[in-house]
């Protein structure tokens, strides 16, 4: 590989603490998972609920910061790797259980963030509800847009309000000796975060974001669950 090439090559760049951990289905990256856990605004005595744990490094970036992450999966060989992952990284609050919960749902109540990565995710979203404490979030891991749009408008028919959808893209910033400048490509769509907040049956969406406070931009009332931003 030449010089020019390792310079212009897209790396992730990541924790020390993922090297620990065994891959199988896809990972949640953490420019995903940071903003999960920053806007969802969790913290170490916060309960949490994660519905398709896959390989379970998203339930690990959650265990380290919340005080209780139980997290689902459906496919037996995918919970034994999350679990492993689990105990690799010596996280012993988080909790990997295997149940269908499309069907079944969730036997914890009151949580403070419910996290859905199913290809059904709209779906969850009464389950969802009924789990949350009152002012709980609820984010979808929504791959396509057609999922995106599902799962808000379920949303929004399940109770939740206060929605705010956007999405991370990470370019590198190349530092040289002799320039410094964006690297010509970068981590870009992996996802689209859907974030919801249990407001009661009889809330109304309010100009705020996931954490409740106030946000700038206009709310454009012709998308579902979308927020305008006025750059200008």
């Not at 993922?18 to 940071?34: C, E, F, Q």
């Not at 379970?56 to 060989?77: C, I, T």
Request: hydrophobic share 40%; net charge neutral; aromatic share 6%.
């Amino acid at each position: 590989m030449s010089k020019r090439h390792r310079e212009e090559s897209n790396s992730i760049y990541w924790p020390s603490m993922s090297h620990k951990l065994k891959r199988g289905p896809a990972v949640i990256l953490p420019k995903d998972a940071g903003l999960i856990i920053a806007l969802s605004g969790i913290g170490h005595e916060s309960k949490v609920l994660d519905a398709g744990a896959g390989s379970g490094w998203l339930a690990v970036q959650l265990g380290r910061v919340a005080k209780q992450v139980v997290s689902y999966e459906v496919r037996d060989e995918f919970a034994k790797i999350a679990s492993s992952n689990a105990k690799r990284a010596e996280l012993a609050n988080v909790d990997v259980r295997l149940r269908n919960v499309l069907a079944d749902g969730f036997d914890e109540k009151d949580a403070d963030l419910v996290c859905l990565d199913l290809a059904d995710s709209n779906l969850m979203l009464t389950h969802a509800f009924s789990s949350l404490k009152e002012g709980g979030c609820v984010v979808g891991y929504l791959p396509h847009a057609e999922q995106l749009k599902a799962f808000v408008q379920a949303g929004e028919a399940a109770g939740f309000g206060d929605w705010y959808s956007c999405e991370c893209n990470v370019r590198e910033i190349l530092v040289r000796a002799h320039g410094v400048r964006p690297a010509n490509t970068g981590l870009m769509h992996t996802a689209y975060l859907a974030f919801g907040r249990k407001m009661g049956k009889s809330a109304e969406k309010k100009e705020t974001g996931p954490s409740g406070a106030k946000k700038e931009g206009a709310h454009d009332a012709t998308h579902a669950g979308a927020h305008a931003h006025d750059s200008t």
